[in-house]
Nanobody, 123 residues
Framework: QVQLVESGGGLVQAGDSLTLSCVGTGRRFSRSVMGWFRQASGKEREFVAALSWTGVHTYYGDSVKGRFTISRDNAKNTVYLQMNSLKPEDTAVYYC????????????????WGQGTQVTVSE
C-alpha cells in the first residue's frame, strides 16, 4: 500500500509555471509507476503524465507534451510535476497516483491515489 499527499497547487496566471509535489509513504513507492491525472470541473479525469519506477521512461498526455515534465526522487519518496506555459484549460484538480502494474496511462491500473491539489490558471 502506498499513501500519497500532493502539494504545490494554487492560483497562477496564464504563461506562469508551477511545480506540484507528491510525497509517498510505504515500501512500494520506489518500485511503483507514478502518474499524474487531472479532473476539471464537470469533466472526466484525464491522464497527464507518468514515469517508470526508475524514472527512465516517461509518458505524457497530448495536451501537456512539451510543457509539463514529470520526475521523481526515490530517495525522498517524491514525484514532481513541473508545469510550464500554463493555460486556463489546465485548470483542474491534479491527482498523484501509484501503480504496481506495467501500464502507464490507464487510470484503472492505479490503485493508490492522493487527495488532489487544485490548480487554477487565470487569463
Amino acid at each position: 500500500q502506498v499513501q500519497l499527499v500532493e502539494s504545490g497547487g494554487g492560483l497562477v496566471q496564464a504563461g506562469d509555471s508551477l511545480t506540484l509535489s507528491c510525497v509517498g509513504t510505504g515500501r512500494r513507492f520506489s518500485r511503483s509507476v507514478m502518474g499524474w491525472f487531472r479532473q476539471a470541473s464537470g469533466k472526466e479525469r484525464e491522464f497527464v503524465a507518468a514515469l517508470s519506477w526508475t524514472g527512465v521512461h516517461t509518458y505524457y498526455g497530448d495536451s501537456v507534451k512539451g510543457r509539463f515534465t514529470i520526475s521523481r526522487d526515490n530517495a525522498k519518496n517524491t514525484v514532481y510535476l513541473q508545469m510550464n506555459s500554463l493555460k486556463p484549460e489546465d485548470t483542474a484538480v491534479y491527482y498523484c497516483a501509484a501503480s504496481q502494474g506495467e501500464t502507464y496511462t490507464i487510470e484503472s491500473d492505479y490503485n493508490n491515489w492522493g487527495q488532489g491539489t487544485q490548480v487554477t490558471v487565470s487569463e
